[in-house]
């Protein structure tokens, strides 16, 4: 990133700094809306289509706005959706760009370029990296979303030539979670190749996973509640999406596939709004759901409506087995940081009051120096099949 520093005198001591973006735009860009997505209040609080630029020519585009100078500045350059998102060269993920007012002081106004190398949907897809046995179920019908998507179910390996019934994880966001070419950043959680060198080496026991994948309803679909907050809209529809899963989904998979279907033998698991959603399922449904993987839950959203809910609550009976977690460097800003942190805590506290035990039931997990990504779920993701399906010593 080039930053070229432009003086004003005009807003000097001001809380806020104005920033001047310039933008350029890889040769295969379509003829349509450029925008700044980030974590300003002042360009939309992370929406795709937060802040429109201004097109130059069809290779440049810009834009003004203020910042608060007190924080870090993150962001992405899109096309107005996450879909057309800019990607590297090579059509992968890369890290939110960053900028830090405040190694600026005295300065009002600055100037910052930046090159965007490809779009995610113009860049070269990436190669599959699908590992082991893995069955895909196109077009799955739901009566009760009114929709369908792709389900992928991972099988272990001699599963084709054995009768052994098997414990099932079920799994939000299924394109990311087994391979590079669906995912949405270019990146997997690498779920597959875990399972398969964990339970060759015996460290695990054979499971099946599914994976759930999502649509342009996610957002709705993840949240039990509806968010009334302008910055953070919608929401709501998740007990239907978990009524689709227990009513529709989990009975085709128990007759397709050989489960073990008891709710000790049943996990859920998710990251963002998909630890979100996991959360709910296991606290009002824990005669399903024995176990819960709650990873980088987005506990935040409509007003942190889950923390509130559950404080309240009785505990559900049976508790379900629960993991939870947060990277240290997750959040929008420099302050969000402590507060996912500070959420994760709360959410521990609240767990504990309502008697789960850590090293029995329940563990948090605090991943030093990661940040809210594929990528980052991938690096922990053995951890979390080794809580859950560790082979006891004794076997």
Known sequence: ML?????SSENFGSKNIEVFLEVRLPNETPDEKIFIAGSSESIGNWKADGFELSRIDSLTASCRFKISRNEIFEYKITRGSWQTVEKDKNGAEIQNRKFDPRGFAGKDTIEIKVDVASWSDTAKPA?????????????????ILENSRTISVYLPPGYK???????????????NIF??????SGVEW????????????????PIIVVGINNNDKRVDEYTPAESTDPKREGGGKGVAYGKFIIEELKPFIDRIYRTRSSRKNT???GSSLGGLISLHLAWTRPDIFGNAGIVSPALWWADSEILQRIKKEPP??????????MGTEEGNSHDSFKECIEELSTLKSILKEKGWREGRNLKAYLAEGQNHSERAWNSRIEIILEYFFKIPKNN
């Open 161 to 175: 030539n054995s009768r052994r019934r098997y414990r099932v994880l079920y799994m939000h966001d299924g394109q």
């Open 316 to 325: 559900p009976k049976p508790l379900p087995k629960l993991w939870i977690d």
């Open 267 to 269: 996990f859920i698991m």
């Open 127 to 143: 190669s599959h990296t699908l590992t082991g046995d893995i069955r895909f179920h196109e077009n799955f019908q739901s009566h």
């Open 179 to 184: 391979d590079a070419a669906t995912s949405f």
């Open 3 to 7: 930053l070229n520093i432009m003086t």
């Open 190 to 205: 690498g779920v597959d190749e875990a399972c398969e060198q964990l339970i060759s080496e015996g460290k695990i026991e």
